[in-house]
């Protein structure tokens, strides 16, 4: 299999972000670089698919390093993409004028990042494998009151949400929930995605609720839930969870 290389320079941030897309898949290489000339180095050495460059780097910027690939008649084709600040205009004009194929503003949303990703790289993200998990979830609209349901599976880019009075597609959630064991206590921004309604279920097996999709989970909190969801798929985490712990938003640090 010939493997998409994918550079990544001076942004562990971002590096752990990628590592728990769809980058984690055995058809991709993350190749990471400290600076700007080690990103010309690697490239003339790996050709890759895509670079990504941190605008600020050390030795040679992002904006400088850009300018070089895209004036070598042999590298120019290598997608490259500036990450920046999208508070300063300035710096957002610098990428531009050093010929990159795009820039990713931070804070990075991370749905846009792997929008932009997929669209240089012409793949698919793969769904991920949803696991059967009742767990009790504190929600609401932001903003908006706090309901207490289910969710009825989850994995790391979402969950479904059983509940009978489903909001409406794209309405921005504030979720908490607690994952078992662990006790760690996951708090995110999420929309919901798609509705099962009473009246129009979209997945019949599936009961009246709604198909929610996360926004701003950490890489902390997305390695504890796959590392729950790899427990109980080996048996390590029992079935029947305890009564729900009812916390409300007032309780809870970093409420929206």
């Not at 309901?147 to 479904?160: A, I, K």
Request: hydrophobic share 40%.
């Amino acid at each position: 299999m010939n493997r998409k290389k994918v550079v990544l320079a001076d942004d562990v941030e971002l590096f752990l972000m990628l590592e728990n897309t769809f980058f984690n898949r055995e058809e991709f290489e993350l190749i990471t670089a400290r600076g700007g000339r080690e990103v010309l180095k690697v490239i003339r050495e790996a050709e890759p698919d895509l670079v990504f460059v941190d605008l600020e780097m050390p030795e040679m910027n992002g904006d400088d390093c850009c300018r070089i690939v895209k004036g070598d008649d042999l590298y120019r084709h290598i997608p490259v993409i500036i990450v920046t600040a999208g508070d300063r205009q300035k710096d957002i004009e610098r990428c531009r004028l050093a010929g990159c194929n795009d820039v990713v503003l931070k804070p990075i949303d991370i749905h846009a990042f792997m929008d932009t990703s997929r669209k240089f790289l012409q793949v698919r993200e793969r769904s991920a494998q949803r696991f059967a998990v009742r767990l009790p979830i504190i929600y609401g609209a932001i903003p908006g009151e706090f309901h207490d349901d289910y969710s009825v599976d989850l994995n790391t880019e979402g969950m479904f949400l059983a509940t009978e009075h489903p909001l409406t597609a794209e309405t921005l959630l504030y979720m908490e929930f607690i994952l078992p064991v662990s006790e760690r206590v996951v708090r995110c921004k999420a929309k919901v995605a798609w509705v099962n309604s009473p009246e129009s279920r979209r997945k019949a097996e599936l009961p009246v609720g709604m198909g929610v999709q996360f926004l701003d989970l950490t890489p902390d909190d997305m390695d504890a839930i796959r590392n729950y969801l790899n427990a109980e798929v080996h048996g390590d985490i029992r079935n029947d969870l305890p009564s729900p712990v009812v916390m409300t938003p007032s309780e809870g640090k970093g409420v929206l």
